[in-house]
């Protein structure tokens, strides 16, 4: 089984930047897709961007598209977003997620193992 270990949030002012990370470890020999999700208050958890875990395709939600990246660093097993020019509506509790799935899977049902999630707060 695979564990995942959120870590990096934080409180931040607009247009500001934050990265954070996603510590994977456990059986990663059925994981595909590595993505991070986002949930505010009183809403539902919402897909921001997702990685192949062992290639380099990337997607990215509209609404972060150009502001933040996903990456991975192979030797420390760890999924980054780096999120830049951050807005209030950006504010969430942030989620890491691993899936058997493809990387335009925007479904959170269609991930399998979640980390405890990292809150962002964005001031204006």
């Known amino acids: 089984q695979v564990q995942l270990v959120e870590s990096g949030g934080g409180l931040v002012q607009a247009g500001g930047s934050l990265r954070l990370s996603c510590a994977v470890s456990g059986r990663t020999s059925s994981t595909i897709t590595m993505g991070w999700f986002r949930q505010a208050p009183g809403k539902e958890r919402e897909f921001v961007a997702a990685?192949?875990?062992?290639?380099?395709?990337?997607y990215y939600a509209d609404s972060v598209k150009g502001r933040f990246t996903i990456s991975r660093d192979n030797a420390k097993n760890t999924v980054y977003l780096q999120m830049n020019s951050l807005k209030p509506e950006d504010t969430a509790v942030y989620y890491c997620a691993a899936g058997s799935t493809v990387v335009t899977e925007t479904s959170p049902a269609l991930y399998d193992v979640w980390g405890q999630g990292t809150q962002v707060t964005v001031s204006s």
């Open positions: 990685r192949s875990w062992r290639g380099v395709s990337t």
